[in-house]
């Protein structure tokens, strides 16, 4: 049975008249086990992936696609319920064969006749990805046994063929029903939309920059969430009467603002999905505003859970404390101040790349500037070499920098897509 765990790093202690609380909650997981432990038993997965086969993928495109995807079904252990969906301006069932919406059992039989219906795609039409999602909420409502339902899905272009109110009409329909990992092949697709697809699904969002990297990442894509033996987890944050919830993030390993997906549990406590895990770490950011009490008084601020079904499995208490010590309540929590600083570096890159693409230099220079400093004290090396590549660093410290002059456009979107992928503390 998979153990949670959590860890609640702060600096509890406010000034006469102080109201804010922030706190990083540090959940872990680990014995989640694989899909196939409990496959049949607590509920079954299921697995769909939706390959776009846009005539702009050429005939190129479409055999690396149908590659990643052989390379995907080779780690979907059997017993698991699964489906291909090829879109374009349409959503055809790939696999099962068939005139209705349908999913398999995944078995060494299935898999091979998957294989050989994927090299039967051929390129053409446009590009409606709302489309592409319905009809995979579609596929999973056929097996109501599942408990866990994941999506690959692969774009290679700009969501050409539906306009920007059916997808939201789309993504409202398919919230919740399934997540949803998404990938962009080559500088033809939006990294905003793709990642507004993959934020509303709980999934990442990542830049392929060449068919060559598509089958080892779809791979990977796929043996991660094999390993996603828990399903069904929330989070749940309770504050205290008169108290007021700010915000409550996850901060590692990718950031996203959960604030908008709580649900009221009770008067005092809110839920919010946190989706499938396997054995891992994820950290959240909470937030919480108090009624100020007098210097010397003690209040618990928060109780943060973790509950699979209804069952808790771990909680971390976040405290407040009054004081008239100066030099305790200054104090900053690193792990609250580091994560501070790279959900600013992802805000500075995203307002930077935008003002760059309007022709608005001035903007766009402060902007990245700012995020070459945020890198540096954050200790993002990654980002800063991202950042390289888009900007002339004068003075990481001072974030004086020159927008370079010729940029590659995968290198922009590069940057985009993984602005919200955070680093952790340093120990020590």
């Not at 097996?143 to 700009?158: E, F, M, N, Q």
């Not at 092949?185 to 990297?213: C, M, N, Y």
């Not at 109780?303 to 407040?320: F, P």
């Not at 010729?406 to 985009?416: A, G, P, Y």
């Amino acid at each position: 049975m998979a153990e949670f765990t959590s860890t609640v790093h702060q600096n509890e202690f406010l000034p006469d008249g102080g109201t804010d609380v922030h706190a990083i909650v540090s959940v872990t997981c680990s014995g989640a086990g694989e899909v196939a432990a409990w496959t049949g038993s607590g509920g079954d997965a299921g697995e769909v992936i939706i390959v776009d086969v846009s005539g702009s993928m050429d005939v190129q495109g479409v055999q690396a696609a149908a590659y990643a995807a052989s390379a995907a079904l080779d780690e979907i252990v059997d017993g698991v319920w699964f489906a291909i969906v090829a879109g374009n301006h349409e959503a055809a069932l790939c696999y099962p064969t068939g005139t209705s919406a349908a999913m398999a059992r995944m078995s060494p039989q299935t898999r091979l006749e998957a294989k050989r219906s994927l090299q039967r795609l051929t390129p053409g039409g446009g590009t409606a990805m709302g489309r592409w999602l319905l009809a995979a909420g579609q596929l999973f409502a056929t097996v109501p046994s599942l408990s866990k339902r994941h999506a690959i899905l692969l774009t290679d272009g700009a969501n050409q063929h539906e306009t920007p109110q059916e997808l939201s009409w789309a993504l409202e329909q398919v919230r919740g029903r399934f997540q949803a990992d998404c990938r962009g092949l080559g500088a033809a697709w939006q990294v905003a939309e793709v990642r507004r697809i993959a934020e509303a699904l709980l999934g990442s969002v990542d830049l392929i920059r060449t068919w060559d990297g598509l089958s080892e990442d779809f791979r990977s894509l796929m043996a991660s969430s094999m390993g996603k033996g828990v399903s069904d987890a929330q989070l749940r944050v309770w504050a205290p009467q008169g108290a007021e919830v700010l915000f409550v993030k996850q901060v590692s390993p990718t950031l996203e603002d959960l604030s908008g997906r709580r649900v009221e549990v009770n008067a005092l406590t809110g839920g919010y999905d946190t989706g499938a895990w396997g054995d891992e770490t994820r950290d959240y950011h909470v937030a919480v505003r108090l009624a100020p009490k007098a210097v010397g008084q003690e209040q618990l601020a928060s109780r943060v859970q973790l509950v699979v079904g209804e069952e808790v499995r771990t909680q971390g208490l976040v405290k407040a404390a009054w004081s008239s010590d100066d030099v305790l309540t200054a104090q900053i929590s690193p792990e609250v101040a580091h994560y501070t600083g790279q959900t600013e570096l992802a805000s500075a890159i995203q307002e930077g790349l935008r003002a760059k693409a309007m022709g608005d230099d001035v903007t766009a220079t402060s902007r990245l500037g700012r995020a070459v400093q945020l890198a540096r004290q954050t200790g993002d090396d990654a980002a800063t070499s991202r950042l390289s590549r888009v900007v002339d660093i004068d003075d990481a410290a001072t974030g004086r920098v020159r927008l370079r002059r010729h940029v590659d456009k995968l290198d922009e979107m590069e940057l985009d897509t993984a602005s919200t992928k955070t680093t952790r503390v340093r120990p020590g």
